[in-house]
């Protein structure tokens, strides 16, 4: 598949914005969908829909062997050892939620320190912080540098004998900063230390294969790689998976239930409690497939094609101050226009068809950091191109034109 | 909707030269409200009297052009006002903004009426409510207060 014509298979492209055609820049938020993505939905839900686990019925079969079928297959795309390391949750952040508790139930007591970065999203916080005020837990920041960069040494200073995970994300969603994960896990295997990685802005723009990263756990959010809204997965090495005790409980994560006793299912499936989401789970097969039919390297070098042709574009303009300049950067651009606030550029954007965000982010902290209230992002897909920079940096200049600065 | 009909010279005045802020002084009451979505924040302080007057009123906040107008309108229609009126005005002002009605009270100036009606335009950019109200929320918060 060319990305040259990709637009096409993405049919949200169709309509017009405001009169205008549509400059999707907030794929760190959510991607679009592509037509087989969103076929696949409505074809499994006409054709073979039952719950899965469960009954006997020929839907029930047909149903469940597509569901199990998309766990080889996400195995397979990020290089897992075994089949049960791939645990479907609703989102990253129910990954990381669980991995909080899981994890912390077992392994987190008062003192012990949980070392994230000032990066992180507030999803790879906030589930620590339940950990902080029920168990007494320290959670450590690992500084940002000027350039919007967490540096290895940052983190090596900041591990002592009281560390008990480390959680990081793989890519900032504000910075763009890709963090050295690779050598962070190295680091922390010397110490014996888990590690978690946020892969929310990092699986949707770059080859992840978890035998060469090493990681404990790795949290995917499939509706940013083209996939199904209400869909996650957590990638949990195979010793977690036998170690940790469940999550949620609920239906099809148990082994025998009885009035006085409990014993819970093995594997992956003690967590996950429930009816599992299933026409999304079937459909994310199609956005891999879509994937590695355009290949994630020529996606990721594509995007950063886009993306420097748009960084230079807007240096360009002296009152726009881009954030952060991280040595590697994901497919993000975050930047403030002087004397403009976010919020205002966002709208006046809009009416040229220009879909950014402003706001936080949900990375206060970072922003706390930076000494800003907000910032305006933009963020790339494999459906954006230099003319969609080009038009954002027109668009940029009508802000300055409406504010008269 | 034109943009310039929504970014009216009236609220780029007020968004780059807020009137009334800080804190003034001897304030009796105050509340503050900031919004999770995009950060903006607003915190009013005013000064009631014994006849139950606004005496004075500032705002200290910190957010977009649309926010920092809004409390800035806020405050110097209001200000001087006894409670019966700034009850009105706020709840025609909310009116207008999300329900798109008309203001309906007869005591404001036509230079108080352009002023108030500049914020109009917001109704048709139904995420920028939050924006225009959250002063106006926030002054009732203040009043409420005591």
């Given at each position: 598949?060319?990305?040259?014509?990709?637009?096409?298979?993405?049919?949200?492209?169709?309509?017009?914005?405001?009169?205008?055609?549509?400059?999707?820049?907030?794929?760190?938020?959510?991607?679009?969908?592509?037509?087989?993505?969103?076929?696949?939905?409505?074809?499994?839900?006409?054709?073979?829909?039952?719950?899965?686990?469960?009954?006997?019925?020929?839907?029930?079969?047909?149903?469940?062997?597509?569901?199990?079928?998309?766990?080889?297959?996400?195995?397979?795309?990020?290089?897992?050892?075994?089949?049960?390391?791939?645990?479907?949750?609703?989102?990253?952040?129910?990954?990381?939620?669980?991995?909080?508790?899981?994890?912390?139930?077992?392994?987190?007591?008062?003192?012990?320190?949980?070392?994230?970065?000032?990066?992180?999203?507030?999803?790879?916080?906030?589930?620590?912080?339940?950990?902080?005020?029920?168990?007494?837990?320290?959670?450590?920041?690992?500084?940002?540098?000027?350039?919007?960069?967490?540096?290895?040494?940052?983190?090596?200073?900041?591990?002592?004998?009281?560390?008990?995970?480390?959680?990081?994300?793989?890519?900032?969603?504000?910075?763009?900063?890709?963090?050295?994960?690779?050598?962070?896990?190295?680091?922390?295997?010397e110490r014996n230390i888990p590690v978690l990685i946020d892969g929310t802005q990092g699986a949707p723009h770059s080859h992840i294969d978890m035998q060469k990263i090493g990681c404990d756990f790795y949290a995917i959010s499939c509706?940013?790689?083209?996939?199904?809204?209400?869909?996650?997965?957590?990638?949990?090495?195979?010793?977690?998976?036998?170690?940790?005790?469940?999550?949620?409980?609920?239906?099809?994560?148990?082994?025998?239930?009885?009035?006085?006793?409990?014993?819970?299912?093995?594997?992956?499936?003690?967590?996950?409690?429930?009816?599992?989401?299933?026409?999304?789970?079937?459909?994310?097969?199609?956005?891999?497939?879509?994937?590695?039919?355009?290949?994630?390297?020529?996606?990721?070098?594509?995007?950063?094609?886009?993306?420097?042709?748009?960084?230079?574009?807007?240096?360009?303009?002296?009152?726009?101050?881009?954030?952060?300049?991280?040595?590697?950067?994901?497919?993000?651009?975050?930047?403030?226009?002087?004397?403009?606030?976010?919020?205002?550029?966002?709208?006046?954007?809009?009416?040229?068809?220009?879909?950014?965000?402003?706001?936080?982010?949900?990375?206060?902290?970072?922003?706390?950091?930076?000494?800003?209230?907000?910032?305006?992002?933009?963020?790339?897909?494999?459906?954006?191109?230099?003319?969609?920079?080009?038009?954002?940096?027109?668009?940029?200049?009508?802000?300055?034109?409406?504010?008269?600065? | 909707?034109?943009?310039?009909?929504?970014?009216?010279?009236?609220?780029?005045?007020?968004?780059?030269?807020?009137?009334?802020?800080?804190?003034?002084?001897?304030?009796?009451?105050?509340?503050?409200?900031?919004?999770?979505?995009?950060?903006?924040?607003?915190?009013?302080?005013?000064?009631?009297?014994?006849?139950?007057?606004?005496?004075?009123?500032?705002?200290?906040?910190?957010?977009?052009?649309?926010?920092?107008?809004?409390?800035?309108?806020?405050?110097?229609?209001?200000?001087?006002?006894?409670?019966?009126?700034?009850?009105?005005?706020?709840?025609?002002?909310?009116?207008?903004?999300?329900?798109?009605?008309?203001?309906?009270?007869?005591?404001?100036?036509?230079?108080?009426?352009?002023?108030?009606?500049?914020?109009?335009?917001?109704?048709?950019?139904?995420?920028?409510?939050?924006?225009?109200?959250?002063?106006?929320?926030?002054?009732?918060?203040?009043?409420?207060?005591?």
């Amino acid at each position: 598949m060319e990305i040259k014509n990709i637009k096409k298979e993405f049919p949200i492209f169709k309509q017009k914005i405001n009169g205008k055609p549509l400059v999707y820049l907030d794929s760190a938020n959510s991607s679009q969908k592509p037509k087989v993505v969103i076929d696949k939905i409505s074809n499994f839900y006409e054709t073979e829909f039952s719950n899965v686990g469960r009954s006997v019925h020929t839907l029930a079969v047909k149903a469940t062997n597509r569901f199990e079928a998309v766990r080889d297959k996400v195995k397979q795309y990020i290089n897992a050892k075994h089949r049960e390391e791939i645990i479907f949750t609703k989102g990253a952040t129910e990954g990381i939620n669980l991995v909080a508790s899981s994890f912390g139930k077992k392994y987190i007591n008062k003192g012990d320190e949980i070392l994230v970065t000032e990066l992180e999203h507030h999803s790879n916080y906030v589930p620590w912080h339940y950990l902080r005020s029920e168990k007494g837990a320290v959670i450590k920041f690992a500084q940002v540098n000027s350039d919007g960069d967490v540096e290895i040494d940052e983190i090596k200073k900041q591990i002592t004998n009281k560390t008990k995970i480390i959680a990081i994300t793989h890519i900032s969603n504000v910075t763009g900063a890709v963090l050295p994960i690779t050598k962070i896990v190295d680091l922390a295997k010397e110490r014996n230390i888990p590690v978690l990685i946020d892969g929310t802005q990092g699986a949707p723009h770059s080859h992840i294969d978890m035998q060469k990263i090493g990681c404990d756990f790795y949290a995917i959010s499939c509706h940013k790689m083209y996939g199904p809204n209400g869909l996650g997965i957590l990638y949990m090495k195979k010793k977690w998976v036998d170690d940790l005790p469940p999550y949620q409980g609920g239906g099809g994560m148990i082994d025998e239930v009885k009035q006085d006793n409990i014993t819970f299912a093995e594997e992956h499936t003690k967590f996950e409690a429930g009816t599992m989401q299933t026409a999304e789970v079937v459909s994310f097969a199609e956005a891999l497939n879509f994937i590695e039919e355009i290949g994630i390297k020529n996606i990721a070098s594509h995007e950063n094609e886009v993306l420097e042709y748009g960084l230079e574009k807007l240096r360009k303009n002296n009152s726009v101050n881009i954030i952060g300049s991280p040595k590697n950067r994901g497919s993000v651009l975050c930047f403030t226009i002087k004397d403009i606030h976010p919020h205002d550029i966002a709208t006046i954007l809009d009416e040229d068809g220009v879909a950014i965000r402003a706001g936080h982010h949900c990375c206060q902290i970072l922003h706390d950091k930076l000494g800003i209230a907000a910032t305006a992002r933009a963020s790339i897909g494999v459906y954006n191109d230099k003319e969609d920079m080009d038009i954002l940096s027109e668009s940029i200049k009508n802000c300055q034109k409406v504010f008269q600065v | 909707m034109e943009l310039k009909e929504l970014y009216q010279e009236i609220i780029l005045d007020h968004g780059k030269n807020p009137r009334n802020k800080g804190k003034c002084e001897g304030f009796t009451n105050d509340a503050k409200a900031h919004n999770t979505l995009c950060g903006d924040k607003v915190h009013i302080y005013l000064k009631l009297n014994k006849d139950k007057k606004i005496e004075d009123l500032s705002f200290e906040g910190e957010g977009c052009a649309i926010s920092l107008a809004s409390a800035s309108i806020l405050t110097e229609t209001v200000k001087g006002k006894d409670l019966s009126f700034i009850t009105r005005v706020s709840d025609d002002f909310i009116n207008m903004i999300k329900n798109k009605k008309k203001i309906t009270i007869n005591s404001l100036t036509p230079d108080q009426m352009t002023t108030i009606t500049s914020l109009s335009g917001v109704q048709e950019f139904p995420m920028r409510v939050k924006c225009a109200t959250m002063a106006w929320h926030t002054l009732m918060s203040a009043i409420e207060k005591k």
